[in-house]
């Protein structure tokens, strides 16, 4: 498939990393939001949408599993980034010069043992890449940034210490996004997504969860969103291993879709060769 994706943050970010192992063959196009990620997608000015939802060192990335339901998007595609965090520095840097690392929010507590042991204080940045980009224009060999092999071959910046991680398989999920839904069986091993909202009864998620375990349905994932604010509506949101027309995901979805007010699949998707 050619044309642009879409993903949120610059060029040399890991969400641009995640474009290139899942989409090589797109042009990847930068954002500066993962609602304008959205967006562009919904609007047709981009193809496809790359957004990252959680990192097994750090936890879900804020906000996007609630943004998905109401995205008007589906979900087509995974992609599971092994992330390298490298310290970058101006040319001629050397590790002991650097007294700063700048990186996300989300960089930060994974390297946090490396940075500890060098006395270098991490400093906020709203972009591993532009952390990047930003060493590059302060010219300061006390200042360095946490990215991708990638922002350092485009900045022009000396890797000072690789694959500094305190999580040897320190991995984050990306989801491809698109206007189209596509639930046709493209592989062996799919995975199903999807929300839903129980009944107001006595043990209704209890109720609404039985059909899974009754048919042997592995759910990877089950988080809960309050919607609209309110302490009494809830929104769940759920990853399961397997093809809405398999037997046995066709009868669990029927129980749970008698035990809710309303069910909405998001995507089904090949599981990525990376899961587990």
Request: with cysteine; aromatic share 8%; glycine share 8%.
């Amino acid at each position: 498939m050619s044309g642009r994706i879409a993903f949120q943050g610059e060029l040399g970010a890991y969400s641009h990393q995640a474009c290139q192992q899942a989409r090589p063959e797109m042009e990847a196009f930068p954002c500066t939001t993962f609602e304008d990620v959205v967006e562009l997608t919904r609007s047709g000015e981009v193809e496809l949408g790359m957004l990252a939802v959680e990192n097994s060192t750090y936890g879900r990335v804020a906000d996007v599993h609630s943004l998905l339901p109401r995205a008007g998007l589906h979900i087509v595609d995974e992609a599971f980034v092994r992330v390298h965090v490298n310290l970058l520095g101006v040319p001629g840097a050397k590790l002991s010069d650097v007294r700063e690392a700048h990186g996300h929010v989300v960089i930060l507590p994974q390297c946090a043992g490396f940075l500890r042991k060098h006395g270098i204080a991490g400093k906020v940045s709203s972009d591993n890449a532009r952390a990047a980009r930003e060493v590059v224009e302060w010219g300061d060999v006390s200042k360095a940034a946490l990215a991708s092999e990638l922002a350092a071959s485009i900045y022009g910046l000396d890797v000072l210490a690789p694959h500094i991680e305190d999580n040897a398989n320190n991995t984050t999920r990306f989801l491809v996004m698109s206007r189209i839904a596509d639930h046709s069986r493209r592989a062996e091993d799919m995975i199903t997504t999807f929300t839903f909202r129980v009944r107001n009864i006595p043990a209704a998620l209890y109720k609404a969860m039985g059909g899974f375990a009754t048919n042997g349905i592995n759910m990877t994932k089950l988080e809960s969103y309050m919607v609209g604010g309110s302490f009494t509506a809830t929104e769940f949101y759920a990853d399961i291993e397997g093809h809405p027309e398999d037997a046995a995901v066709k009868r669990a979805l029927e129980e749970l879709q008698y035990f809710s007010t309303q069910v909405d699949i998001l995507g089904v998707y090949p599981a990525d060769r990376r899961r587990g």
